[in-house]
């Protein structure tokens, strides 16, 4: 793909996006995609914007200089107060491999503040670990979570830099209690509670998702699996929640168990039922673009009743318009349940 098709592309895309545009920054959120290439003709390329900060990223191969100049010079005729920094990621393990120099160098470790409904999140283009800070594409369960996080109960799994949890602190949750196994991404979401005021609200527990969810579902978590002794973990006291968010990875794998989406989605949503309070929500996601959204909603159907927590609705939730799916079946698949 050649600079020029690249500054086209660029071109229709922001002309798609402009009734979302108009939207979004009525709601005061300046972060967004401005290109989905995958499905808007730049397979493996994105580009999106957080705040004054634009951050080009390619899975497939690297994009070359001649893109990144033309890149450079369409946000400056569109964005022209926004920082642009590239990030090649086409390496084994999505690892950044590119080096920066000059400006882009220095705009790549800036910490700055990007705004979502007027939510104020941090965003730095290169830190400790490979993904921004704040997935744009869960914008619709940040939204939708925060719509019924009034005076409840909220406990945000695989929390990463803690952004639904903010999303329900702001909304009025009395009480978030946000689980991640990083301390680091833990952090961050630490400073954009207190960013916004709602550290009180707010609570950070370090540990792996599976001893956490067990004991607070009411089991015992063992010390020694086969002879061996586990890692050490948080004890906790059981607790239910009124609403109960759970955003896994693709795949990982633990002393304490193994979070795969496509094989074995139940093996979290079981112990996720049951910290959910009676009468209470369970908002759940499934990333991995092969599994089907109708088989996906039948296993989820089906393990609720199993653990004797029959789903009165399912409420589908779409991704916004600045993530595009051209046959209507987007990679990420999200749901509303109420249990």
């Not at 920082?83 to 705009?107: E, F, H, T, W």
């Not at 283009?125 to 594409?137: E, S, V």
């Not at 586990?230 to 979070?259: T, W």
Request: net charge positive; aromatic share 6%; charged share 25%.
């Amino acid at each position: 793909m050649g600079p020029t098709r690249l500054g086209d592309i660029l071109d229709l895309a922001l002309a798609r996006r402009r009734p979302l545009l108009a939207r979004l920054h009525k709601e005061r959120t300046d972060c967004y995609r401005l290109l989905h290439g995958t499905q808007e003709g730049a397979p493996g390329i994105t580009l999106d914007r957080y705040g004054d900060l634009a951050l080009l990223q390619s899975f497939h191969a690297p994009v070359d200089t001649g893109e990144v100049e033309i890149t450079t010079e369409w946000l400056s005729e569109h964005y022209p107060a926004v920082d642009l920094v590239y990030n090649d990621r086409s390496q084994a393990g999505s690892r950044i491999s590119n080096r920066l120099d000059g400006p882009m160098a220095l705009a790549a470790t800036a910490e700055r503040t990007s705004l979502e409904r007027g939510i104020r999140y941090l965003i730095r283009a290169r830190h400790r670990g490979q993904d921004p800070w704040l997935f744009l594409d869960l914008r619709a369960l940040r939204r939708a979570v925060a719509a019924d996080a009034d005076r409840r109960a909220v406990l945000n799994l695989c929390a990463y830099t803690c952004g639904v949890g903010i999303a329900a602190a702001v909304a009025g949750a009395t009480r978030v209690l946000n689980v991640d196994f990083a301390s680091s991404s833990l952090g961050v979401g630490r400073a954009n509670a207190r960013l916004n005021e709602v550290h009180r609200v707010c609570a950070e527990l370090h540990s792996d998702l599976f001893p956490a969810l067990r004991q607070l579902g009411g089991q015992r978590q063992p010390r020694m699996n086969r002879n061996r002794r586990l890692p050490n973990f948080p004890k906790l006291a059981a607790e239910r929640f009124d609403v109960v968010v759970l955003d896994p990875p693709r795949l990982a794998k633990s002393p304490f168990g193994v979070v795969d989406l496509v094989r074995d989605y139940q093996s979290l949503l079981k112990p996720a039922l049951a910290v959910v309070a009676d009468d209470g929500l369970l908002f759940c996601t499934n990333n991995v673009a092969a599994v089907g959204e109708t088989a996906w909603h039948d296993v989820v159907r089906r393990c609720a009743i199993k653990q004797g927590r029959a789903i009165k609705a399912l409420d589908v939730i779409r991704p916004d318009d600045d993530f595009p799916s051209q046959d209507g079946r987007p990679p990420l698949k999200m749901v509303r349940l109420e249990v």
